[in-house]
């Protein structure tokens, strides 16, 4: 689960950290997942903890797969450097989507996507 440090508002139609989780490789570490949850949350206190992350061999170029909680849909996956630069223009602008199951009938089932608005740093 994402657990945020900051809360933001987020836009009607949009998701918050509180609404999507992550999906990760099967085998990926723990200590690969809490440097990804702690990126998409930032909940990450200071550079020197990514470093020692790093250092007990947290791999930083996982690309977490981001949808809505819930969903049964594959994410769409961003890589670390993404996630951690998002948004700093006060979400006019996005790159990071989720997926979410699909709400429509076109039996495509690769579901919808929604603007992710993560905290600021």
Do not use: M
Not at 24 to 50: C, E, M, N, W
Not at 55 to 71: C, D, T, V, Y
Not at 97 to 106: G, K, L, M
């Amino acid at each position: 689960a994402v657990v945020p440090t900051t809360t933001v508002d987020v836009p009607d139609g949009c998701l918050g950290v509180n609404d999507i989780e992550a999906r990760f490789p099967y085998g990926t570490s723990d200590v690969t997942k809490s440097l990804a949850l702690g990126i998409i949350g930032r909940t990450i206190p200071s550079p020197q903890h990514v470093t020692d992350l790093i250092e007990q061999r947290a791999n930083p170029n996982i690309k977490p797969q981001l949808r809505k909680k819930g969903s049964k849909v594959d994410g769409f996956g961003y890589s670390l450097l993404t996630l951690a630069v998002h948004d700093k223009a006060d979400n006019t602008f996005s790159a990071i989507h989720a997926r979410q199951d699909d709400d429509d009938d076109d039996d495509d089932d690769e579901g919808d996507e929604c603007r992710v608005v993560l905290p600021q740093w």
